[in-house]
Structure formats: structure tokens, C-alpha cells
């Protein structure tokens, strides 16, 4: 399907544009490792998340017993710039920090 198709109603041509929506909401994970350190990610989702720091510590302590944790659910643009922001902090703190995005 290219959007272009031609659809026929009696005598009537139509040309309707046939939009592709990607999903409205994209979940932000955070990755588990074994070298960030547990303040650093507490304070990853408070300044980058705006958690509060119990919900923070909360999210933290799931992520490192299962693995990974959901950080928040925002539009595509906004979730793609909280994974980079989320794993530049973590480089320019030398910390191996992974965060990833997934559709609702
Ligand atoms: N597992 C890390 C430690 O024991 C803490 C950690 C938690 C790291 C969550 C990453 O996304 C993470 N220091």
C-alpha cells in the first residue's frame, strides 16, 4: 500500500491519502548493569524523569532485581531525547547506564 490507491464508488475516482501512524506512546526502560551506581540512577529519574525520590528509588531498586524498569511513557520526539539524555549523563559520568524505548 502506497497511500495512493484509487478507490471506486460508483462513478466517483477517489484518491485518499492513506496515513501510517506509528504508535502514539513510547515506553523509556532503563537497562540494568553491574557498574552504575544506584545514586546515579536515583538521580537520573529524578532530574531527567522528574520522579520524587521515593518513586525514583522505587523505580531504581525494580530495575536492578529485574532487570530493566519503565522510566516513563512520553510521545516519540520526547522519548528518544530521554534515551540520548539519559545515556549521555551516564558517559560524561563514565557509568555504562542503557536506557531504550519501546511502543506502548
Ligand atoms: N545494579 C547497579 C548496582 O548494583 C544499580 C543499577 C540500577 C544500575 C539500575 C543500573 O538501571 C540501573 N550498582
Redesign the pocket.
Known amino acids: 500500500m502506497d497511500g495512493t490507491d484509487r478507490q471506486t464508488g460508483g462513478e466517483v475516482l477517489e484518491r485518499t491519502k492513506q496515513k501510517t501512524k506509528r504508535p502514539e506512546l513510547y515506553k523509556v526502560l ?9 545514586d546515579f ?1 536515583v538521580e537520573v529519574l529524578e532530574s531527567i524523569f522528574n520522579k520524587a525520590p521515593a518513586e525514583a528509588y522505587r523505580i ?1 531498586i525494580a ?2 532485581t529485574q532487570g530493566k524498569g519503565l522510566a516513563g511513557v512520553y510521545p516519540y520526539d520526547i522519548a528518544e531525547t530521554k534515551v540520548e539524555t539519559v545515556i549521555d549523563r551516564a558517559r560524561e559520568n563514565g557509568f555504562p ?1 542503557k536506557a531504550t524505548m519501546e511502543p506502548e
Open positions: 532503563l537497562l540494568n548493569d553491574d557498574y552504575t551506581t544506584m540512577v531504581m530495575v536492578h547506564l
